[in-house]
């Protein structure tokens, strides 16, 4: 089951890197859903080693110096077809998370608890204080 978790991790990875790439050629705020660092997470929550190449990636592919994290509440949790995760689960990837970014050096900045509209509106303020062109 790991060697699967890991090619799962390095499959992530390779579509993580190509994203990153692709949006340098975007103008404006490039905003994603997941990052490189998240394969790190998703290794460290599933007690696999990190292979050295995909930690280096990590380190190499840098996004803006600040990130944002949503955490897991009650009104926006939910288990259905795509969303598999437990309470607990959830609540620990989102943990991992926070400190796989941290330990990379990212600024994490917490989404408020609040209706999707409101979240994107707060996203959309930050990037226009952001002084740096990088995606997010």
Known sequence: ????????????????????SAAQSLSGPVT????????????????????PSIAAAAKAARYNARVFLTPCWDEIFTQDTERKQSRAEAEATCAVMRETYTDLGYEITELPRTNIASRADFVCAQRSNSKRKMPW
């Open 32 to 51: 994603f859903d997941r990052g490189i660092p998240d394969v790190l997470g998703y290794l460290t929550l599933c007690g696999l080693p990190v292979p």
């Open 1 to 20: 089951m790991g060697t699967d978790r890991i090619a799962y991790a390095e499959r992530m990875l390779e579509h993580d890197l190509r994203a990153c």
